[in-house]
């Protein structure tokens, strides 16, 4: 008896970077469902901070799950799924621990300054847009394609930067996994993204959702997003819908590799990819919303003001009030001196090392009100 071949599920493919200046050259595994060019197209990754897990085992847990809805022919759009999108950062082993925020040779931090294809797209799409909002995305999405081309990749780094945007660009949804110090689920989206996406933060079971158009870093989620924005700014008279869905979804702590969490995130996810009929299929009622969203100006970073131990006097997820100590830093030999909550909000973050030193971020409360302190390029110091 002889079977039809069986079509390999997930497809996976290998892109293979530029050797680094010494060892072998490194490798992106891509895995692909469903037919390519389908509408809705979902692009996942994990590790982009190659020192934040938590992404890595919920895409792990994912795979399968949609490999069985592929084989049961439930996949209606196309999904791309990279769950270790960054080699090199997974590579850089320091004195003992891995170091995956910042590239070590370069110290660039792996997601900030992120192409902005806004320029170029405007330039290749001047006179072509027209009145149908989905003619005008599929032009969009192409110029993106080709200014993405002409892309600089001759370095391992800017390999790696235009192999993960190209697989990003033109997708519907892209969901690029992160994971804090020691945080609860958050998510930090466009403005024009909210509360469209609510459904997404209430499926990670978000604690905090930062708001914000322009970051100022030009991280990942916002170079696959924000171009939407700006376009329909440059060309009022036509119809220019935010035509990505891009959040960095931060799953919790770095180092929280948790069984039940992964396939709780996983689970998650899927429900999103179901409920944005990326994957036929039945979800449970949606789940409870957590917490109101927030600009990313009000979001206050708690700094410690001299260096010390860390004593923290609130608890992760817990409500705080303006004026409240958050903190305590401690000097082994001397004075203690208290961090105080500037804002009213959610602390989601703190540093899960507990010695500080002068000007180093401890926490993160999302608070309602914008901070003058903020306004600008919020998301630095990165
Ligand atoms: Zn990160």
Redesign the pocket.
Known sequence: MTHPMQAQNPRRETITLPPPMSGPAREIIVLRFGTPGARPKAYLQAG??AD?FPGMLALHDLVPRLAEAESEGRIAGEIVVVPICNPVGLSQEVHGALRG?YETAGGENF?RGWPDLADGVAERVAGRLGEDADANVAIIRQAMGDLLSTMPRETEITALRHALMTLAHDADYVLDL??DSEAEVHLYIGTPLWPDAADLAREVGARAVLLEEVSGGNPFDEACSGPWWSLARRFPAYPVPAACLSTTV?LRSNNQVDETLGRKDAAALLSFLVRRGVVQGETGPLPELLCDATPLDGMQQLTAPVAGLILYRVKLGEQVREGQVVAEIVDPLGATTPVLAVTNGVLFARLEQRFAWEGRIIGKIAGADPLASRVGTTLLPA
């Open positions: 982009l901070h934040e925020r997601n992160h994971a931060e």
